[in-house]
């Protein structure tokens, strides 16, 4: 993998190669363009420059600020469709790769939760994505 940070929505708040960033769970909400844009504006404070390559993609059982580590399916839990959906839309993340972590049988939840966010993906990528969140 190349050098850069990663995400994980679940994760501590942190930088470098293989470390968590600011998570939906510690109160940051990215149901929406708002929260991504604080979270990676955060990132980038704290790391610097380096892409991130890597999102720990899964949907969050938990509340807003339950600092709990419960997975659920995309588009399932707290950060919905729209969270992932304004995820794939922000330009800074339009190289990273995504990986699931959520329970239930294989290979039945990694292809359904894949096909999801494909989908959420794709359909980002249909609206033309965006920079920023208007100020």
Known sequence: MSTGHYIALEGAEGCGKSTHASRLAAGIDVTGPAGWDQLLDRLDELCGPPPIVLVHANDCKGDLGS???RHEWIGDGCVGESGFAA???DARLSDAAAVVEMPGEMPVKDSENVSRLKRLRDDAAAGGGRDRAPA
Do not use: I, L, S
């Open 67 to 69: 600092r709990k580590d």
């Open 87 to 89: 995820m794939f839309a």
